[in-house]
């Protein structure tokens, strides 16, 4: 849908109504989400800077530097070069930190950090898929001890996040499996795999040109808050164009029954979520 000017605007509540004559939906099906600018309005990855630096897990620098990395990425977004930096410094960052200490402080400053970081139309619109039967699976570039208890506290069915390998109780900083790019696509197939998903019945949502890969992988894709390119994309493509602007206390729009007990951290969020989908490639490639 666009206008004279090339714009293309579609409001989220009419998302279902560009797909709807062609979704059948006779095998199961998902709604893919991208985490950060779509779900959240700010970073996953450096809004827990504060209760690290605290904790003594990173420096003052450390923090300033994930300030402005925050300001960048809610004005401008990531590129791939940016990405990749990203992921070198949160490899050499998180190198030698505790796995326990870090999932006990995301699981006590979870609804503080997070809240009013989520966006009421994503909430709605995975209600909406939810009632419709698809399953809800968030795939973020950000650490999987952040990803999975956000997730945990959204309902959703999966999360899948960058997992760092551990030794001995600590992250070695070695990348395991970096959900970004062609990496999240890659998880989407192997997922659609083992649990029957038709791909081009299920929905895929992300703000960033870089997950055109992950928007490439379903029948029904869409835009959530685009950076430039990939709204360029989105109206080349004709791909509906979602603008989300209000930022709501996840603590008092979750359901009871959807959130995972406060202290539980990452261990309990695991199990609720189902084996992570790292893990089970690992085993399966072992």
């Not at 977004?77 to 960052?93: F, I, N, V």
């Not at 950090?113 to 968030?138: K, S």
């Not at 959900?179 to 999240?184: L, N, Q, S």
């Amino acid at each position: 849908m666009c206008d004279r000017q090339g714009t293309s605007h579609v409001h989220w509540e009419f998302t279902f109504d560009r797909y709807r004559g062609s979704v059948t939906q006779q095998t199961p099906t998902a709604a893919f989400f991208d985490l950060d600018k779509t779900i959240l309005v700010k970073s996953s990855s450096f809004a827990f800077a504060r209760p690290f630096y605290k904790e003594g897990l990173i420096g003052r620098s450390d923090v300033i530097r994930s300030v402005y990395a925050q300001f960048m990425f809610h004005t401008s977004g990531a590129d791939h070069d940016q990405m990749e930096s990203m992921r070198d410094y949160m490899s050499k960052l998180v190198t030698g930190w505790e796995v326990e200490k870090v999932q006990q402080i995301v699981a006590e400053t979870l609804d503080e950090i997070i809240d009013p970081m989520v966006y009421q139309e994503a909430l709605d619109l995975m209600a909406e898929h939810r009632a419709a039967g698809r399953d809800i699976v968030i795939i973020s570039s950000s650490g999987t001890d952040v990803v999975e208890p956000i997730g945990a506290r959204l309902g959703a069915d999966l999360a899948i996040g960058t997992q760092v390998a551990i030794e001995d109780g600590r992250y070695t900083g070695e990348i395991v499996y970096y959900a970004y790019g062609e990496g999240k696509a890659e998880a989407m197939r192997a997922l659609a795999s083992e649990r029957g998903y038709d791909l081009d019945e299920c929905f895929a949502y992300s703000d960033s040109f870089t997950d055109l890969p992950m928007l490439d992988a379903v029948g029904h894709p869409v835009a959530v808050n685009p950076d430039a390119a990939l709204r360029a994309v989105a109206i080349e493509r004709d791909w509906p164009v979602v603008d989300f602007k209000r930022p709501v206390a996840m603590r008092r729009t979750i359901e009871p029954r959807q959130a995972v007990a406060a202290g539980a951290g990452v261990a309990v969020g695991a199990v609720a979520l189902g084996l992570t989908w790292y893990v089970r490639r690992r085993a399966l490639r072992a």
